[in-house]
């Protein structure tokens, strides 16, 4: 057999292995559990053992005293809706007809701790990855997508690839240090209180930005783009959600504040990079605070926080103001951003984020994003500004305090509501049968696009964690003609 073919072959049938094993596990589960009081924990063991195992354990144990990290997990997230009301589309629709699809993310977290003391510590990572499947309509026609784990061009296929490789480097400003979770990101156990990181390498901006206890990791959490992520900040990525660049960060025991530059696409929606940053670069500056958000309302001892977050992105990016314009003058026959598109392009924005705990289970959280949406979105996805509120309820106090309701310590209950929407030069240029790299329905009666998602997490054993999601979208693409649409999902994630 070809070696190309072997190339192509491997993963999918990686994936379905793991697939097989999951679903193993998951039989093996039920039989076990069901023997099980619904009062006591699953790993009663290890809630007594000096050394408890994290929230979210994975198949197999790791060292916190190695220098070596070994990891890795797998998603399989299965999305299917209904046929919904559509009386036209266009070639970035949303597919009004029903159907289902399924993606399949794999990652290898490899990290080695290169220096190793108090005060200094630095790590060098390494993560392999590999995101097949597809998602519905191929994620187009949604600004506010169902599903984070779909690559946003699905002509790349499930060929592993680089997804980060950096150097992360600690200096501690002083001598009291604090725990700190060892991970995929970061190697060390404790830290100074006060201290400078630093990151260089290929990466991906949101995992140290905008990140929300409640509302990040689409593995255990929402599925949502919008939901996960602030839709508002168009943050600087190639197509698959990574860039080369540098972050330098300072830490103190209530206050962070964080400025990264970074690499911008070639191309809206590009895989390759431009490497000239005085043309192209995103900058991205946070400013996060924790403290009780609530104050003397509740508990002191509640956990909270508030970040704000600014971008600015240099590209070669166009106005839609100007394809609209060129399109009215009969120099082109539909409006098309890609010919007025040219180099000193600014597109800058800004965003709030915030969580709060507001019992022993329960926590709420909320972001607001705008960006001054003249230029065309470049690199996340058509959103000039958005706004969203939930929480999570964890059961591990049983549902809602009930007597004799089920204590699963790693279970989770989730809602969350987004609406987003695009600026008048941008409702223009879809109108008049513009296409966005997400958005085109070849014309546009505009409304908010409104999305309400919810879901429950099962944990099942060890690393294994089972989901059911649903999103109940009105208005996709922001087209009141269309939808409204329920997206239903049943996600299954694995950790080692």
Same mark, same amino acid.
């Given at each position: 057999? &070809?070696?190309?073919? +072997?190339?192509?072959?491997?993963?999918?049938?990686?994936?379905?292995?793991?697939?097989?094993?999951?679903?193993?596990?998951?039989?093996?589960?039920?039989?076990?559990?069901?023997?099980?009081?619904?009062?006591?924990?699953?790993?009663?063991?290890?809630?007594?053992?000096?050394?408890?195992?994290?929230?979210?354990?994975?198949?197999?144990?790791?060292?916190?005293?190695?220098?070596?990290?070994?990891?890795?997990?797998?998603?399989?997230? #299965?999305?299917?809706?209904?046929?919904?009301?559509?009386?036209?589309?266009?070639?970035?629709? !949303?597919?009004?007809?029903?159907?289902?699809?399924?993606?399949? +993310?794999?990652?290898?977290?490899?990290?080695?701790?290169?220096?190793?003391?108090?005060?200094?510590?630095?790590?060098?990572?390494?993560?392999?990855?590999?995101?097949?499947?597809?998602?519905?309509?191929?994620?187009?026609?949604?600004?506010?997508?169902?599903?984070?784990?779909?690559?946003?061009?699905?002509?790349?296929?499930?060929?592993?690839?680089?997804?980060?490789?950096?150097?992360?480097?600690? $200096?501690?400003?002083?001598?009291?240090?604090?725990?700190?979770?060892?991970?995929?990101?970061?190697?060390?156990?404790?830290? &100074?209180?006060?201290?400078?990181?630093?990151? @260089?390498?290929? !990466?991906?901006?949101?995992?140290?930005?905008?990140?929300?206890?409640?509302?990040?990791?689409?593995?255990?959490?929402?599925?949502?783009?919008?939901?996960?992520?602030?839709?508002?900040?168009?943050?600087?990525?190639?197509?698959?959600?990574?860039?080369?660049?540098?972050?330098?960060?300072?830490?103190?025991?209530?206050?962070?504040?964080?400025?990264?530059?970074?690499? !911008?696409?070639? +191309?809206?929606?590009?895989? /390759?990079?431009?490497?000239?940053?005085?043309?192209?670069?995103?900058?991205?500056?946070?400013?996060?605070?924790?403290?009780?958000?609530?104050?003397?309302?509740?508990?002191?001892?509640?956990?909270?926080?508030?970040?704000?977050?600014?971008?600015?992105?240099?590209?070669?990016?166009?106005?839609?103001?100007?394809?609209?314009?060129?399109?009215?003058?009969?120099?082109?026959?539909?409006?098309?951003?890609?010919? +007025?598109?040219?180099?000193?392009?600014?597109?800058?924005?800004? =965003?709030?984020?915030? /969580?709060?705990?507001?019992?022993?289970?329960?926590?709420?959280?909320?972001?607001? =994003?705008?960006?001054?949406?003249?230029?065309?979105?470049?690199?996340?996805?058509? @959103?000039?500004?958005?706004?969203?509120?939930?929480?999570?309820?964890?059961?591990?106090?049983?549902? #809602?305090?009930?007597? =004799? =309701?089920?204590?699963?310590?790693?279970?989770?209950?989730? $809602?969350?509501?987004?609406?987003?929407?695009?600026?008048?030069?941008?409702?223009?240029?879809?109108?008049?049968?513009?296409?966005? #790299?997400?958005?085109?329905?070849?014309?546009?009666?505009?409304?908010?696009?409104?999305?309400?998602?919810?879901?429950?997490?099962?944990?099942?054993?060890?690393? $294994?964690?089972?989901?059911?999601?649903?999103?109940?979208?009105?208005?996709?693409?922001?087209?009141? /003609?269309?939808? &409204?649409? $329920?997206?239903?999902?049943?996600?299954?994630?694995?950790?080692?």
């Amino acid at each position: 057999m &070809p070696s190309s073919c +072997v190339r192509k072959l491997l993963p999918q049938a990686a994936l379905r292995a793991l697939l097989a094993v999951c679903l193993i596990a998951g039989v093996r589960l039920s039989a076990q559990t069901s023997q099980k009081s619904s009062h006591q924990p699953l790993d009663t063991a290890q809630a007594d053992s000096p050394h408890p195992q994290p929230d979210t354990p994975a198949i197999f144990p790791h060292s916190d005293r190695a220098r070596y990290f070994i990891a890795g997990q797998g998603n399989i997230i #299965f999305q299917a809706h209904a046929p919904f009301h559509s009386p036209y589309d266009g070639p970035n629709s !949303m597919l009004s007809r029903g159907e289902y699809k399924t993606s399949l +993310v794999g990652t290898l977290f490899l990290g080695y701790e290169l220096l190793k003391n108090p005060s200094r510590h630095l790590d060098l990572i390494y993560d392999e990855e590999s995101a097949g499947g597809r998602g519905i309509s191929e994620a187009l026609g949604l600004a506010g997508f169902t599903n984070l784990d779909v690559v946003r061009n699905p002509t790349l296929g499930p060929t592993p690839y680089l997804a980060r490789v950096q150097v992360h480097g600690t $200096l501690g400003l002083s001598s009291k240090m604090t725990e700190a979770d060892r991970g995929p990101f970061a190697l060390a156990t404790e830290v &100074p209180e006060r201290r400078i990181e630093l990151r @260089v390498g290929k !990466m991906g901006l949101p995992d140290t930005f905008d990140l929300n206890p409640v509302g990040t990791d689409s593995h255990l959490q929402f599925l949502n783009w919008t939901v996960d992520n602030n839709g508002a900040w168009d943050y600087a990525a190639d197509t698959r959600g990574y860039t080369w660049g540098a972050i330098a960060e300072y830490d103190d025991k209530n206050f962070s504040a964080r400025y990264g530059l970074a690499l !911008m696409p070639t +191309v809206a929606n590009g895989i /390759d990079m431009d490497w000239a940053l005085r043309r192209a670069s995103g900058q991205n500056t946070e400013l996060e605070w924790r403290h009780n958000l609530l104050g003397s309302l509740t508990s002191p001892d509640r956990k909270g926080a508030l970040r704000l977050l600014t971008y600015t992105n240099h590209a070669h990016m166009g106005l839609y103001r100007d394809a609209v314009n060129n399109f009215l003058a009969h120099k082109i026959t539909a409006p098309d951003i890609t010919t +007025v598109e040219k180099f000193g392009a600014v597109k800058y924005g800004f =965003g709030l984020n915030f /969580d709060q705990e507001l019992t022993d289970n329960a926590r709420a959280f909320g972001r607001f =994003g705008w960006n001054e949406g003249q230029h065309e979105s470049y690199a996340y996805t058509e @959103v000039d500004q958005t706004i969203e509120f939930g929480g999570d309820y964890s059961l591990a106090n049983g549902l #809602f305090g009930l007597p =004799g =309701g089920p204590h699963r310590p790693q279970d989770k209950l989730g $809602l969350a509501f987004v609406s987003n929407a695009i600026k008048r030069d941008h409702q223009n240029y879809l109108k008049l049968g513009g296409l966005g #790299f997400l958005l085109g329905d070849g014309k546009l009666n505009y409304a908010r696009e409104d999305i309400l998602e919810g879901y429950y997490t099962m944990h099942a054993w060890r690393g $294994l964690s089972y989901a059911l999601d649903g999103q109940f979208i009105s208005h996709p693409g922001y087209n009141q /003609d269309r939808g &409204p649409v $329920l997206v239903e999902s049943l996600r299954m994630h694995i950790d080692f």
